[in-house]
């Protein structure tokens, strides 16, 4: 689907529903006098880095409470406040641009809120030029995704070219055709049903900061978050080298509104490392007696407060240490935006302000529930995961198995099916799906039954034994929708998985046998059909996404009016994603997308037809595909993926996700599946499970460059079937060696890869697994049996 939607809170019910009075009254930014302690002298002041591409966020540990994290000494001091009888000192670093606000306990304790920033305006970089000198019209109508070549040419992609070569998303001249739609960002909390939009300068439907600050919004506007990972929006406009306009603005957090998005608003001048003017704003302006502005001491109160709130939302995500912060906050961050999308944190929304995509017609789509589900397992979130399930299985799913939403998808049923196991397995939780039992075998015995009907074809049809359906919730918009009821390899392949895992549960001993032999019979049947399908006409043999055609995908989308291979972006991300077919076809289907058009920049594209103007990526689903290719160790084309997806997938700063991302500076539409992909991608090239094999691959996809800065890479309670593991890698250079350390909290599985992608232009020269000798696989790699209970395994290699 290219499609969305939006919140209802469990806890107001409809009879709240009248206090969902919308007011349109225009509201006008209030300025407040600066009190002496908001105004302080800095002795240093770092010029505003105006050349700097990219500038990733602080690597201070945003709520450590640990005495002494930073030293407060020649800080400015603002304010003091009071939380719960302990008074806090206010301080913040206005020596830098990104100087991080502290707040200090009379016996030392800290509470850190980091800032970052990235530029959201494109300054193409001399060393790697735009669209890496490439000409768009020959990127757009090439079949071959000529970026991905470009950027894998010598092995692992740079992550600063990748980043520089297109402009970001949102970028594009205000005014110009396509330019951005207004929104930026958007602010809100758990409780509420709805979000609230903010806009270029800093502002909301409620409040226009820009009253008191006449400063235009600057074409070099940079944007972030205050924090970290966590929504407290940051936007900077620079006016010199060292001046410039900080707005920093979050949703009030103790608010009890359903609807109504109340909002903390900090806005200040900042010229030579001093503030200059503030203003700082709640919600609305001033209405002379009837609502005063608030002071310093409850803007910061609230700001402490807020920290603290989002600490308890998200403080389960399994720990991550990365070289780049940016990277940890930027993975945090999507958890945090997916509550403020879900109404009252749980119920599914697929975009956050637009009607389109926060309609309740987009409320079931069966995305938003596997895309959520997948992380918030990954992330070690099972509480969050039991909601999303309870949530799901009480009000979209009926009895038969059918979803509450327009148009089902066949391969969704399946990967329904198997992250259901996954949870199980992952948290012992058999009571929730006990609960759901009932609907749950519907589920499966549906995939049955389009089964059934597929073997009373004739043999001599393409499509006889396998499972015919949409692959696409909009083919049910579609004039003729039984023109994409068809047999896509996708819909058996997924239908295999699915059955496979949840018959591996004891709670449906009964059903097992049956279904893992329909699965058994269904996956011969798909690799028989697949191998037949296969164009070898074509230069390379060309792998089509269901039996029976001789057409490539642009092809017949050219040709067919309509065309039964459109959306295949869906029909090879979720062919390869279950993980199912033998390594030689999974590989032809992965070479298929990238040398007939199904990839741009190395993700998955969204498959139009050629356009010499842009060549798009697909933000959502696109995961499947990144799961794909790191199964196959195809570890360069996975890097690339993660890099182009979290640069030109989402807004610089902002973070925001787009369903749909171009390569021209377009801004997209928000979707939350879309936001969901970077968390898993990362935590899969950390730590990924084999699907069915009793193997754990460690640090499989770990960029080269990333090891060779030294710094400690490292993910800590990393859920897995066998129970929590903690994996670490460093390259220690001052003695060349790259040290890893695996500890398993309660079991471990029969083998593990430890992968040492060591950085360009070293060697391994020798290899100890907890100081025995080891050998190094072809593929950089160290293959180890985990019989007898092993809870800790320690590899060294030493460089050469």
């Not at 067919?560 to 390869?576: G, I, N, T």
């Amino acid at each position: 689907m290219q499609t969305t939607s939006r919140r209802l809170s469990w806890g107001w019910g409809v009879s709240l529903f009248f206090l969902a009075q919308l007011c349109n009254c225009a509201h006008e930014a209030v300025e407040l006098p600066m009190t002496d302690t908001l105004v302080v002298q800095s002795d240093q002041w770092l010029p505003f880095r105006s050349t700097l591409y990219l500038n990733s966020s602080s690597s201070i540990n945003e709520t450590e409470t640990t005495p002494g994290d930073i030293p407060v000494q020649g800080l400015a001091k603002l304010t003091q406040i009071q939380v719960d009888g302990v008074t806090w000192t206010v301080h913040e670093d206005l020596s830098q641009r990104d100087g991080p606000i502290v707040f200090v306990s009379p016996d030392g304790k800290q509470e850190v809120f980091p800032k970052n920033s990235e530029a959201s305006f494109f300054k193409e970089n001399p060393k790697y030029p735009r669209n890496a000198g490439l000409k768009m019209s020959d990127i757009g109508m090439a079949l071959k995704d000529l970026l991905a070549d470009n950027l894998l040419k010598d092995g692992e992609p740079i992550e600063e070219k990748v980043a520089a070569i297109i402009p970001p998303l949102g970028s594009l001249r205000p005014g110009a055709a396509g330019a951005p739609a207004s929104w930026t960002h958007f602010i809100g909390n758990v409780q509420a049903n709805d979000n609230a939009p903010v806009f270029g300068y800093g502002s909301t439907k409620q409040y226009h900061p820009i009253q008191k600050f006449p400063v235009k919004s600057s074409s070099t506007r940079w944007e972030g978050y205050v924090g970290g990972w966590m929504p407290a929006v940051r936007k900077i406009h620079p006016v010199s080298n060292t001046e410039f306009t900080e707005l920093i603005l979050f949703g009030d957090v103790d608010a009890k509104d359903p609807f109504i998005i109340q909002s903390w608003h900090r806005t200040a001048s900042m010229k030579n490392g001093k503030i200059t003017q503030v203003v700082y704003a709640h919600t609305y302006p001033e209405f002379g007696p009837y609502r005063k502005g608030p002071s310093p001491e409850e803007f910061y109160t609230a700001l402490f407060r807020f920290g603290r709130y989002w600490n308890k939302h998200v403080g389960d995500v399994s720990a991550l240490t990365l070289p780049d912060q940016s990277w940890v906050d930027f993975t945090k961050h999507a958890f945090a935006k997916e509550l403020m999308v879900r109404a009252g944190g749980i119920y599914p929304k697929y975009g956050a302000i637009d009607r389109d995509y926060y309609g309740s017609e987009y409320d079931g789509f069966q995305d938003i529930f596997t895309s959520s589900l997948a992380a918030n397992l990954d992330w070690g979130r099972f509480k969050m995961a039991h909601d999303v399930i309870e949530n799901y299985f009480e009000m979209f799913v009926s009895d038969s198995g059918d979803v509450n939403m327009r148009g089902p998808e066949v391969a969704q049923f399946g990967m329904t099916l198997s992250l259901l196991a996954k949870y199980a397995k992952y948290t012992g939780d058999i009571a929730l799906l006990e609960k759901y039992k009932k609907k749950i075998v519907a589920t499966a015995q549906g995939l049955v039954e389009l089964q059934n009907e597929a073997l009373k074809l004739p043999t001599t049809n393409p499509g006889h034994g396998l499972i015919h359906g949409w692959s696409e919730s909009d083919a049910c918009l579609k004039g003729d929708p039984d023109v994409y009821w068809k047999p896509y390899f996708a819909n058996s392949a997924f239908s295999v998985r699915g059955l496979r895992d949840i018959s591996s549960l004891s709670l449906f001993k009964s059903e097992s046998t049956e279904w893992l032999r329909r699965a058994d019979q269904l996956l011969n049947r798909t690799v028989a059909s697949m191998k037949q399908s296969i164009l070898t006409d074509r230069k390379p043999a060309y792998l089509p996404p269901l039996p029976g055609t001789k057409k490539t995908v642009r092809e017949s989308m050219a040709t067919d009016k309509p065309s039964s291979q459109d959306w295949p972006h869906r029909l090879y991300a979720e062919l390869v994603h279950a993980a199912v077919l033998p390594a030689d076809l999974a590989n032809h289907a992965l070479d298929t997308m990238r040398e007939y058009g199904v990839t741009s920049l190395g993700v998955t594209a969204n498959v139009g037809g050629p356009n010499p103007y842009t060549r798009d990526l697909l933000g959502f689903i696109s995961y499947g595909h990144a799961y794909g290719l790191i199964l196959q160790d195809r570890v360069d084309e996975y890097i690339l993926f993660m890099y182009s997806h979290r640069y030109h997938v989402h807004s610089r700063g902002a973070w925001k996700a787009a369903e749909v991302s171009g390569l021209n500076g377009d801004p997209g539409t928000f979707c939350i599946p879309a936001q969901m992909t970077i968390p898993n991608v990362v935590r899969w090239a950390l730590v990924l499970e084999h699907p069915d094999d009793d193997m754990i691959y460690l640090g499989r996809a770990v960029p080269r460059a990333w090891l060779d800065t030294g710094k400690l890479i490292s993910i800590k309670q990393a859920p897995t079937r066998w129970g929590a593991v903690n994996y670490s890698i460093r390259l220690d250079k001052s003695t060349n060696t790259v040290k890893v350390k695996v500890q398993f909290a309660k079991g471990a599985p029969k083998d593990a890869e430890v992968k040492l992608r060591v950085p360009k232009g070293k060697k391994i020269q020798s290899i100890t697994v907890d100081g025995q000798p080891a050998q190094l696989q072809p593929n950089e790699s160290v293959l180890l049996g985990l019989a007898g209970g092993i809870k800790e395994i320690n590899v060294e290699a030493k460089l050469g």
